[in-house]
């Protein structure tokens, strides 16, 4: 009887152009493989490449997660890397999926690091050659990290698009050039400022003109401001003011940041700037905090016209007798921030649209008739909703494979020389970019049917968690009130200015916490009999 071949599958990775093209190219890893199917009599039968992705983590590695299906499904007997590094860079990452390779019993080899993961020694030297890999990394991000710091002591910017300026020269050498006519925009926006305009008006000004960030959008409030608060329009280079802002954002605020004379040229005068400073100093005593929790909808009503959150806003009103009276209101989002070229105010009564949700979820508990409608309603809809999202799901994913297709076609016309590396790059960034909203909708698609395909929504479980919601909108103070809105409300629309929906969702952690208000706890409930624990979203 003829013995079947040992199916092989390769796992392939290369990170950078430059890995294309110094003995890691995919082709050279796939050749090498070959060789030694030859020598031990096996068969390779599948190659799975990521191509121009780091091995930071493996959440965007297609071919990973491709890889790690196929394993469950016993398409391979043997994984084949050429070195640990391209599988993962992390003892955890390594760890997990060599755990998922061997619950399959799938082997697992390296061709230039022979161990045997199949013996206690093997697996030591598995994570120990991880470890390496691991430290190896981070080595080198400190060693970026320190390069960066010493390009920015001596004056250089550190990548990033900038409005106004553009980078001249390659890698160590490159330097900001400036561009006049985004470089004009700049000026109007620090000339506007300087004779008295606020951050509003300019930003609706410039939008209106149809002037475009650098990226391409219109100009939001934050921008704006962003813009006259960046020293490197008068010359100067600032550098590491946050930490980790990936992950701390601007709570990462680093007191020690560099600040030193730039090698380039300033787009700003020293007189504008230090003007600005002033008024920025004088107008920031203006606004007060006093009031937070008076806007409980914030960010909850949707803008009836393009979709964005409604935030605060005043309008003061003199009457006869000369008293002023202040009238707060609900208005577009993107119309306070980016002004009328973008949007309307589309304003709504703030007193009518708070008093309207309290009364309209009392109004929902109080007649027994109408929560059932609503909730078999609900129950029926979500039958009808199944079959559309699943058909979405396939769809997302045969887009996803386009375009790891397409980025792997990118690369291989790079490493034919038919595209040059800075090519290679920008189509690569774009279908990063792609791939990444796809995923993203993926996510959100299968969170989506998950939910849908669950039991129908008892009548007992709803009233339940409306009571316990209302009750505590009752009791809480207003910030708590604003709090749990936040928790429990989707969002809620808009038409004509009149509230149109409510969407409410609730789920155990929401459930749980309003529990623990209600009964003052000092920690939330962890009784998974609760009928209250049941996920539901209903519309009133």
């Not at 697992?108 to 690091?113: G, N, Q, T, V, Y």
């Not at 016209?305 to 003199?318: E, F, H, K, L, Y």
Request: hydrophobic share 35%; charged share 30%; glycine share 6%.
């Amino acid at each position: 009887m003829k013995m079947s071949k040992i199916r092989v599958a390769l796992y392939a990775r290369v990170s950078t152009a430059e890995q294309a093209e110094d003995g890691y190219s995919i082709q050279a890893q796939e050749e090498q493989v070959k060789k030694y199917c030859e020598m031990y009599g096996k068969e390779l039968i599948k190659v799975y490449a990521d191509k121009g992705i780091s091995g930071k983590s493996t959440k965007d590695r297609l071919a990973l997660m491709e890889l790690l299906e196929d394993c469950k499904r016993g398409v391979f007997d043997e994984l084949v890397v050429w070195k640990t590094s391209r599988l993962a860079r992390n003892v955890l990452d390594l760890s997990q999926i060599v755990d998922t390779l061997e619950r399959n019993n799938i082997v697992f080899k390296s061709l230039s690091e022979p161990y045997d993961t199949g013996t206690p020694q093997g697996k030591l030297m598995m994570n120990m050659l991880a470890s390496f890999a691991e430290f190896e990394r981070t080595t080198i991000i400190e060693n970026l990290r320190m390069g960066m710091n010493q390009r920015a002591r001596l004056g250089y910017k550190n990548g990033g698009k900038l409005l106004g300026y553009k980078s001249e020269g390659k890698g160590k050498d490159s330097k900001l050039v400036i561009v006049e006519k985004q470089a004009e925009i700049v000026r109007m926006i620090f000339n506007m400022y300087s004779e008295g305009k606020g951050y509003k008006a300019i930003t609706n000004y410039i939008n209106k003109l149809g002037y475009k960030t650098v990226r391409g959008n219109s100009f939001a409030v934050n921008g704006v401001r962003d813009i006259l608060n960046n020293p490197t329009y008068i010359g100067m280079i600032r550098f590491n003011k946050y930490v980790d802002y990936s992950t701390k954002k601007r709570k990462g605020l680093n007191e020690d940041y560099i600040l030193v004379e730039g090698q380039h040229e300033a787009i700003v005068d020293k007189e504008t700037w230090d003007k600005v400073r002033l008024l920025q100093e004088k107008r920031s005593g203006k606004y007060s905090t006093k009031g937070k929790g008076k806007f409980p909808l914030s960010g909850l009503l949707r803008c009836p016209v393009c979709g964005a959150g409604m935030v605060a806003t005043n309008s003061v009103n003199t009457l006869k007798d000369g008293t002023r009276k202040t009238i707060r209101y609900y208005s577009c989002g993107n119309f306070k921030n980016k002004g009328s070229a973008v949007c309307t105010s589309n304003s709504v009564r703030a007193d009518y649209a708070e008093e309207y949700v309290f009364n309209r979820i009392k109004e929902v508990l109080i007649n027994e008739q109408v929560l059932r409608d609503i909730i078999n309603k609900l129950n029926e809809d979500s039958n009808q909703r199944v079959r559309p999202l699943m058909e979405k799901i396939e769809n997302i994913k045969k887009m996803i494979k386009e375009t790891k297709d397409k980025k792997n076609k990118v690369f291989e016309l790079y490493e034919e020389s038919i595209i040059d590396k800075e090519t290679l790059s920008q189509r690569i960034e774009t279908l990063d970019k792609q791939v990444e909203e796809q995923m993203d909708e993926l996510e959100k698609t299968d969170v989506e049917l998950e939910y849908l395909n669950r039991d129908e929504v008892p009548y007992e479980v709803v009233k339940e968690a409306m009571t316990n919601f209302s009750e505590l909108m009752d009791k809480a103070e207003p910030q708590q009130r604003k709090l749990f809105l936040k928790l429990v409300v989707d969002k809620i629309t808009v038409e004509n200015k009149k509230i149109k929906k409510i969407h409410i969702h609730f789920n155990e952690t929401i459930n749980s916490l309003i529990d623990m208000y209600l009964t003052d706890r000092e920690e939330p409930s962890d009784d998974e009999g609760s009928s209250s624990s049941f996920i539901f979203k209903i519309a009133i």
